[in-house]
Every structure is written in C-alpha cells, then in structure tokens.
C-alpha cells in the first residue's frame, strides 16, 4: 500500500476529489487556484486555503514575523492570480508547546502586516498545540464572475507573459540552504525574494478589471510546474522563446556553476503571475500592469499542440512537469 | 519569557488580538464563535476555521473516516451556534509521510460525510507534509445580519437552555483513555458522543429563523467554560438550578466513584447549544426546536449578578471557568 511520500502531492489530491461530492453549479473548478461558491447577483464569493508548515516552509534564517507574512503572501498570491480582491483573513495556528509569548507575538504581527499590505483584516481563528509549527490561513473575497480568471482559458496563439523575472527565490534558496556563494549585491535581492515575498495583487486586479487575459495562474509551485497546470486545464502546450532569468541570477549560476534554466523554470517558492493574453489585447494589458507601478514580461506563446519546449540558447528543451512538490520535495 | 504552555490558550488569543487591525465595521466581533463580513444588502458572509490536531484531539481508537467528520462536525456547531447555514468547506491537511493511500481516502470520505450531513460541500484545500495528522477545516456561509445570534446579548432573567444532556462525551472518553468501566447500554452512547459528534445545526437554524434567542454558544469547551464565555460577553451571570446530566451519565459516574457535576460541567469536547431565551420567547423557542425533532431543556437563568452558581443536591457551589484548554490540557 502506497504512502504519501510515494504517492507525492498530485495524487494525494486526485484521490481526495474522487471522494468529494460535486455541487449543481461550480463557478470555479476542482483544482483551479482558489474556489468559488455563486452568491447571486453575479457575484461570486472566493474562498482560499493554504497551509505553511514550519519544517517544509521556513528556512532557518527566517523569522517568525517573515513566516506568518509568508503564510499570508501565499494565500494572497492565489487571489492576485484570480484578479480578487482579499477582504478577510482567518488564522489556524498549530504552536508546539515549548514556543515564546514573544514569538507568538511576532507571528500575530506578520499576520496583521501581510494582510493590510494587501488590503485585508484577519478577523478571527483558532489556535492549537501541534509539534511543527502550522500557519493555516483562509482568504475570502468577492468579485464578479466575469471578471474572475481560471486556469482553463488559454488559447492556440495567446502570448504568455509573467509579471517579473524568475531564478531569485531559487538563489535564495540555494545561499540559505547550500552556502552557495553569491556577490554581496545580489545577495539582499536573493534573500528578499525568499524571506520577503510579494503578491502582484495590483497586477492581477488591474488585468482582471480590464478583461484582457484569458487563463492565469501564480508560480508558486514553479514556472514550468505551473505551465503544465494551465497546459493540463487549457489543454494547450506552449513554447518560451524568452526565458524571464533576473540578470543577477544568470552571473550567479555562472559564478556557481548551476544551470540557469533550473532555477528559473524548475525553482518554485515565486510569486509572479504567469499569463496568456489573446494578442490583440497586449497593449492593453501591458498598459494597465504599468499603470499600477508592474510590467509584463513576454516570454512565449500557447499552442494547440499540448508540448510544452524552451527555446534556449539556440536549442529546443523540453520543459518538464517538475518543481517543489509536497511529500515528495524537489522531483 | 513565558511559553506557551504557561500562557494557556486564552493568553495567546488575547496577544494575538492585541497585534490585530480593527476595519471599520465589524458585524461580529473578535472572539465570537465565527467571523463576518459586510456584503451589503443586509447581508453578513460568515466564516469560521477550526484545527483539529491528531495527537490531542483525536483518541487512540478513532478511525481517520471518523477523525475527518469530527474536524467538520466541530466547524458545523460554531455555525449552528450562530443560526448560520454551512454552504463551503475547504480543508488544509497536514500528512506525515508515511500516511498511506487507504487512509487518505478515509480522510476524503470522512470530510464529504460530515459537509453533506449539514447541507455543505467540500470545494477545495491544500495537501501538506507535517509531523502530526493536521485537519484544518474552513467554512463559509451567508445569513441576513440581524438573525446571527452572537454571545454578547444574554440580559438578566433570560432563561439558559441546551439541545441535550450533558457528560455522554466526557464518560466515553474516560472509557477510550482510562479504561473506566461501563454497562454494555451506555457503551455505544457514550462512545459515539465521542467518535460521531453531532452538530445541532436544524436546531440553530430554527432558533435563528425564529428570533427567539438573545445569545448562543456552543459547547465544544464545556458546559462551565462556555457559560463564562456568554457570562463575559454579555456582563452578566447564571444560576444553573438543572443540571442537565443524562441519566446513563448518573449511573457511570456512581459507579466509577466520579462526581457527575464534573463530567457534565467541565467535560468538554460536547456539540450541543447553550442558549438564552427572553422568558416571554420560551414557549415559541421550545416548539419551534420540536418541529425539527429536537428538544430545549431549560437549566437555569441569567443573572444580573456576574456570579455562576450550580444549585445542586440542596447545595450552591460555584461555577469555575475550567474547560478544555489547548496548551494546558484541562486545567
């Protein structure tokens, strides 16, 4: 009989939906980034769960009040992904028994601080003994149907674009856990972008208000995993022609002797939206993420044939359905 | 520095609240059974999370398929406290590794079973690794504002009431962890007050519809601590004069040399509504809980006196906020 670990996170959760009963009317699918229930007047009501947990989720070098903010960024992505706006956080914490009133301290400060970045309040929760340290959070927000976007709509010729470069997270990554070694300017960047996160939640709400894209997903799971995902709800393929990779990033793998386009399509742990816009609706889109102080980066188009390939360095990859899996880690 | 454990899980609530932004409008307020959100037209979305935690709420011989509806069953009752009728639930599962595949599937079918007991349907969640088994339920609902029956109204002279009898939980847990001796009847009755939880949701939402309640609880804490619990809410204080003990809970306790006032006060763990009724509303309040084939027993009266007081076998012994804790244990 097979174990989770063996099982990894994507049949864990397929094996959970086939238990699950369907209502009559779904607005937002099994499986999709965030979930909806219809509550009349066009209005759907969007509900989001995620869970951090101390052993898997937080490095070291990360503070308690970064943790709790994470938790929230996490959650807060998920919508910005969707084009919702968050209204209201609930917070299940799991403490161990031994944990400091100072760091709960920290913990309810990096929860309050996460969500008003974001807009929203944390309006209540539940608190618990557990061994690890848990950060379950829920989002709930409320946007129109319309203007909701799932993962399902891309299109043969849709451009794909992403709300900022990939690889940085994964450097982080790799200073915190492996002593990689890194130039002392590119070091913050690194370290920011694993310890210190953010949402486009401007991004994904001006594109959604502006109905110019027609599938998006946030790349927490990895650029090529989170390719796949929208390949698999689309049932599209797409080529990259322009791999986002920071500049920083490409001296660092250099410098390090790693392959560039490992940390950049198979790191995970990013918050930037990956997209795809019908092609006579980029201007527009661009237009409206540089309105809100955000850029759109091109990095390929959607296809009808369901491969997914890079075009690197005068070369054909394939990109491969891997990244930061849970149960399994890194695959 | 206090940890945890020395703090109690009232402390580290009442930290985490300090750090928390207030919004302008907050239609329930901190600390209340659930949380809610001004949606206009009258209309409050009401949320709720509950973490269940394998290692202290889930006894030795409860199968996961019961663990995964007990963890619903525990949000359910905090909605059917409030009058508030489960439409969503999502669930953020921690797993250690070596959970097997059988056992996920008896978590999936557990979670539909207990959502669709009480109308709800699971939509989505999160899969996690984590050192304990982690069940963390979040549910939404809508009820018009002015039928959410909050803590805080209880006024002197109301009538106290709960939907059952009391101590049926406690005992079983006794049998399960202590091994105490029981007649082969009550077996099955208390042992299912602990592995099948019911939330008394027809009955909520009966007493909601019916605007016959001036506040309401439930009475996952016990008896005596979520007395407290509407006592400080409201500023005001009970006399219980009826104990609500089950008979089958009087015969346990002689013969296993237990004080009944114990298990039935400070037992815990227990899903029926603790209520208070306007007296000139208690015939209508009691009627209308029949016709949904339930029953209300009342207990006692509120007081203006913030006093709890038990009379009980010609004595008057005081009630003490003592309960179910997490991080002390019961204390």
């Known amino acids: ?19 699950l009963s369907r209502p009559s009317s779904m607005p937002i699918p099994f499986g999709d980034d965030v979930s909806g229930v219809d509550i009349g007047h066009n209005l759907i009501a969007v509900l989001k769960t995620d869970m951090l947990v101390g052993k898997t989720d937080v490095p070291l070098s990360m503070s308690f009040w970064q943790a709790a903010r994470k938790a ?25 028994l031994d944990f400091l009133e100072k760091d709960v301290k920290q913990l309810a400060d990096g929860l309050n601080a996460g969500a008003r970045e974001y807009y929203a309040y944390v309006l209540g929760g539940d608190t618990n003994e557990a061994s690890d340290l848990i950060i ?11 203007l909701i976007i799932l993962r399902s709509g891309a299109r043969p010729n849709d451009i794909v674009a992403v709300t900022g470069s990939f690889g940085k997270s994964a450097a982080g990554l790799r200073i915190l856990l492996e002593n990689s070694s890194v130039l002392p300017m590119a070091r913050k960047t690194f370290l920011d972008a694993v310890l210190m996160p953010k949402a486009r939640l401007k991004e ?13 997903i946030d790349s927490s799971d990895g650029l090529a995993w989170s390719l796949h995902e929208i390949g ?26 790693i392959d560039p386009v490992e940390l950049v399509l198979y790191g995970g742990e990013e918050y930037e939206l990956i997209i795809t816009i019908p092609p006579r609706l980029w201007k527009k889109a661009s237009h409206v993420v540089e309105q ?9 188009k959607v296809t009808e044939e369901t491969g997914m390939f890079l075009q690197w360095m005068e070369k054909t990859i394939t990109i491969k359905p891997r990244g930061w899996e849970h149960f399994r880690g890194r695959k």
């Open 292 to 300: 809100v102080g955000g850029s759109l980066i091109r990095i390929g």
């Open 1 to 19: 009989m097979a174990s989770v670990k063996k099982m990894g996170e994507r049949e864990v959760i397929e094996t959970i939906f086939k238990s």
């Open 72 to 96: 929230v960024v996490m959650n807060i992505s998920d919508f910005a992904a969707k084009g919702v706006k968050p209204v209201a956080l609930l917070v299940a914490l799991g403490l161990p």
């Open 232 to 257: 698999r709800a689309s049932d599209v393929g797409f080529v990259v022609d322009n791999l986002p990779v920071a500049p920083e990033v490409l001296r660092f793998a250099k410098h390090n002797k």
């Open 136 to 146: 379950c959070c829920s989002l709930f927000g409320i946007r129109k149907r319309n």
């Open 204 to 216: 994904g709400l001006a594109l959604s208000q502006a109905s110019v894209v027609s599938a998006s």
